[in-house]
Each structure stands twice: as structure tokens, then as C-alpha cells.
């Protein structure tokens, strides 16, 4: 870092120790970075960041060596990527912000196709969701309309309007829940390289990265190097018919893009993009604070295909640490004054048939016929409803289920009293919540892991868009019945293990320190808005302002 960099820096975390109280200080300015870089990893659990900690070389490492708040809480239940990235940058609960899940289902609109994707426009003609899975899906049109309250490069812009407020992700809903609608510029992954919304130019440098990654997708790649600590998570485990997981060192054979997101390459790939940013737009490298948020995807996919506990993620870890320590080392380089952020929008679990052989023997899939279609076909014979159609929808076998709009009122009354008992009797289900119930809910405040189920589900519920009952499952059964379209492990529960995330903070200068005592990722665009000057008003966000400074001086004041 550049000798005027690290004084400005320095100056603005001067650390008072052998001082005699906090009155000497109570004056102390922190001086504003001029770049934010706000990170999110995920599906980087706590439990993850834990056990790989004491591995780091790079980018964590520096970020450990910061403020770690180690038990962080996506609090909410809906622990998937778009309500847990709607909480990053907006300082509220997803429920409150409109993102009750990556999918829901709306039975009033228009078009055949009533799965609504969190990130996309439904209102317009023509569109149609499909498969979140499905590399290569583009009937929807990505935007961030669902998104009800603004992020924090939103408001930066609001009293800012010079500000840039840029993001990048490997998936197009962690973009737009990390940027919002006001974004200056956003790129996500597409198919073979990174896209923006139609009607924007694509910046030169980011053409010239997509030529870049065109030339080389889909060539042939040897095997990572497996660390030495890697060697003992190295280990075959067989799943499904005959397939297996734990020992692949993500080499690749010629023509194969479409495992490309399956590796720490997908993760560089993205560190790229927002370097390309970084110099095409010369981020904190002006007057005003900008804002770049950065959505890394590797873990995440890596974690669906392979589980968290192998060889693959061990390798990913790494990578991952490296990728960030040249990142930093690049912002060193051209005399930024930065804070950096990280996060992760939800955590995950292992699959199954490795968790049952590693102490946990009650790990299992989720029964094949707890679903929306089998269970409604029971009721409506039970209530004898014999018009053949549908009388319950939902998009998993957890989460949010919906009773069609096709029956009276008294029908649709029955019918939601038999599904929800039949769903509650069911051996996997740990609670079926009532959405009346929870409507009358206030938002939960107080611990996290204290939070009741009920709690925990009322903050990622919203009146209009949540189901007519919820369905959460018992500890480690794994909604996936079948592991045969490639997904293995996944997250999604109101479990701790999906719920705990690491929160790190990290400037030049800043004070070590780490505080195991819970805190939120709704605390964190409160804390950042601090830094930079922007004021948010208490009541449009659920959040609080962390001091991090580590000192006497109050970083929150």
C-alpha cells in the first residue's frame, strides 16, 4: 500500500491503548474509506470458516485479522441465496424486504407458469421461470422489482449522486439484492460469461474479460493440488445409484463449460469481473465513496454437488483464500483507502450418506412423496374434491405452500386444516406454521438462536407473498429425495447450521478484535452506513450500527 494510504488509514483508526479513559477520545473522528467492498461467500457457514480457519494464508486470513464477529445470523428460516442477500446491504429482515425464498408461488398472475423467481419481472409478457438449476435458462428477464427497501449504494447515492453503486455476483439474484434497482453498473454470470440488463452498453472491460473466459471454458484443466491438510477429507462416498462424491480434484475434459461453475475457477472468474470494475470505473479512486458489492458463487455450487465435507471443498477453501488475498493485494497497489466486508448469505450441510457415517446416523433424505402434488391428490380425495385439478401448490417439499384459488372459501378453509395435518403428522416435519398466525406476529428482536421456530420463519414472511402455511423439516434430513440431477447437499433449513454465517471486517489499521456474542447480517449495512456517512432512519431498518472500531472511539457515532 502506497505511504499516503496507510497514514490516511492509520490516522483514521488510531488505537489508544495505555490511554487513560474514554473522555480523552470522545472527539475522535474515523475518516470515511473512499471504497466499500461488501463480499458475500456463499454458502460459507460459520462452521466452515471455522474449521478452515487456522489454514489461511491470504485474503481470510487478513479478514480474521481484523473484526470477526464468528457468529453471525442470517436469522430468518428461508436460508436460501436471495432472501439471505437481501439482508446484506438493506439492514432488514428478508420477510420485511419482500424475499421470502429464491422461489415462490403466485397463483393471481397471468401467465401458466405461477413459480415466481425472486429476481426476476413477472409482469412482463412472454417470460417464464423454469429451472433455477438450469445453466442456461433465459425465458425470465432478471431485475431487482421484488426488492422493497433500498440497499446501502442506494442511499449512499441519495446524498451522494457522484457515488457509484456497483455490484457483481456469479448469480444475478445476489447482484441485484446486494445493488438494488439504482445500480450504476451490474454484471452476473450467464451462461459462458458475465451479462448486464439489455438495455445497458457492456463496459469495454468486461467485453474483453467475456473474450477472455470464451477462449478458455472449455478446454481441458488438470487436477488442483490438494493440500496436505486436504488429504484426510479425501475420501469416496457413494450416493444415489452408484454415483459418488468426496475425492474429485475438479479437473476437467475438453467441452466441459457446464461443470465450469462447479470449481474455484467460477469463483476467479468473478474476482476478475469486479477488477475489470475496479479500473474501468475507477472505484475509490475519486473524490466520493463507491460503493462494489461481490457475490462468489463457487462455494455454493460446490457445496450442492459435492457436499461441504470432501476434498472438493477443502480444495475450495484454498482457492477462495487466495483468490481474496490477491484481490486486497491488487487495492493495496493502487493506494485505496478500502473497507472490506464479508458474509455469506446462508450456511449448508453435508450430504447424508457422509454425515450418517460421521456421527450423525439420523442424516437422511427427504421422503419422496412429502410434496405439494402428492399430498394435495390425499386431501382432495379425503375431502373428495374430484375435479382433477390441483389443490395444492409449492415449490420444494419445505417452505411455503399454497391452496388454489379455484375452491370457495369453505373448501380452500378445509383443505388447509387437512394438508396442514397431514404434513404435520408426517416424521421429517418439525412445525407447520399458519400464515394468519404469523401475520400477527411482530418481528423477532432479541438473540437469534433464542428466536422460536415461529420467530425465525416471521422474519423471512411477508403477507402477500408467503404461503398459506409454512413447512419446516426436523435437523438433518436433506429436502432433496433424489440426488440424480447432480444436487447432493443443500441448505434452506431454520437450523443453526443453516443460519450461522462468519461477519469480518477489515480496514488498514482497524483493531483486532472478535466478539463470539451473536449479531446479524441486518447489522451490517447499519455499521457500514456509519463509516461512510449515511443515515438511516431506526425504523426503516431492523439492524443496529456495530462499533468496530476497537478502541475508545465509536465508529457508530
Known sequence: MQKSTIVTALTAFITFSGTANAEDHKDAEIAKPKLVVAISVDQLSADLFSEY??????????????????????????????????????????GRAGIIANNWIDLSIKREDKTVYCAEDERIEGTSFGDITAPMQDDYVASAWHLLVPTLGERLKMISPESRNVAVAGKDRSALMMGGKGVDDIYWWKGIGFTTFPDRKTLPSMAALNENIAEKINRARPAYAAPAHCTARSSKIVHGDGQSVGDYAFQRPDGAARIFRLSPDFDSSVISAATALLNDLKLGQREATDVLSIGLSATDYIGHAFGTEGLEMCIQMGALDRSLGDFFDLLDGEGIDYVVMLTADHGGLDLPERMSIQGVPAAQRVDADL?????????????????????????????????????????????????????????????????DDLAEMAMPRGAPEEWTLAERARASFHADRSGDFIVLLKKAVTPIASTARGYVATHGSPWD????????????????????????TVDIAPTLASLIGVEIPADEIDGKCLDIDGGWANSCE
Not at 487456522?54 to 432472501?83: D, I, W
Not at 380425495?381 to 415449490?395: F, R
Request: with cysteine; charged share 20%.
Open 53 to 94: 480457519r487456522s489454514n489461511f494464508t491470504g485474503g481470510l486470513k487478513r479478514l480474521a485479522s481484523g473484526v470477526v464477529f464468528p457468529s453471525g445470523y442470517q436469522s430468518h428460516a428461508a436460508t436460501e441465496t436471495c432472501p439471505g442477500h437481501a439482508t446484506i446491504m438493506t439492514g432488514v429482515h428478508s
Open 371 to 435: 410434496n405439494a402434488k402428492t399430498i394435495g391428490k390425499k386431501v382432495a380425495e379425503a375431502l373428495q374434491i374430484s375435479d382433477g385439478k390441483p389443490v395444492l401448490y409449492a415449490d420444494a417439499p419445505f417452505g411455503d405452500y399454497y391452496i388454489s384459488l379455484d375452491l370457495s372459501e369453505e373448501q380452500r378453509a378445509q383443505v388447509k386444516d387437512r394438508a396442514m395435518s397431514f404434513i404435520a403428522a408426517h416424521a421429517q416435519v418439525e412445525a407447520v406454521l399458519d400464515h
Open 497 to 520: 447450521y443453516d443460519r450461522r454465517v462468519p461477519i469480518l471486517f477489515w480496514r488498514e489499521g482497524m483493531q483486532h478484535f472478535e466478539q463470539p456474542l451473536s449479531v446479524m
